[in-house]
């Protein structure tokens, strides 16, 4: 569990802890669905959230697994599930992977050192950043650029 900058907004999973291995199931080897993740601590002034996974150790430079934009200030955890739509089903919309598809692509490295997975949530001081569904991650920043009130972080290792 890593702490936003100066203040208690912290991000968390019951699926794995942090800088430990995330566990198959949540992989391309395994059912590849969403780990559980949960946030509290949110900063005062929080409008909406939003959710970045990347990859920074992928062979071609960073990989996004999942974005997700708009989330109401409301919702204080995500459920291990299925995530593919344009639409959110806790609210907000959900942006487009390295994989080229919607919503969360699981942990799917080459043979290898584990690659480290950050799992990153935003409080933002905007209810929407005003994106469709599928924008990209140099979108998503683009939009969120001084909007930011704190972020909390989550790394998870997943190696073949």
């Known amino acids: 569990m890593t702490t936003g900058v100066g203040m208690d907004f912290r991000l968390s999973s019951a699926s794995f802890s942090d800088n430990q291995p995330i566990p198959k199931t949540y ?5 590849g669905t969403s780990p559980a993740l949960r946030w509290d601590g949110l900063p005062s002034g929080t409008k909406s959230l939003a959710l970045v996974v ?3 150790d992928a062979p071609g430079g960073e990989f996004v697994h999942w974005l997700v934009y708009d989330i109401p200030p409301s919702v ?6 299925t995530y593919d739509a344009a639409k ?3 609210g907000g919309m959900e942006g487009q992977n390295g994989f080229g598809k919607l919503g969360y692509g699981g942990p799917c490295p ?3 050192a584990p690659h480290h997975y950050i799992f990153t949530v935003y409080a ?5 950043l005003g994106l469709p569904a599928g924008a990209s991650k140099p979108e998503l920043v683009a939009a969120m650029q001084g909007k930011i009130l704190g972020q909390a972080q989550l790394t998870g290792l997943y190696g073949k």
């Open 76 to 81: 204080t955890e995500l459920p291990s599930g």
């Open 110 to 112: 080459p043979p290898g």
């Open 124 to 128: 933002l001081d905007q209810p929407s």
């Open 88 to 90: 959110f089903p806790l």
């Open 54 to 56: 990347r990859d920074p």
């Open 27 to 31: 992989s391309c080897e395994g059912e």
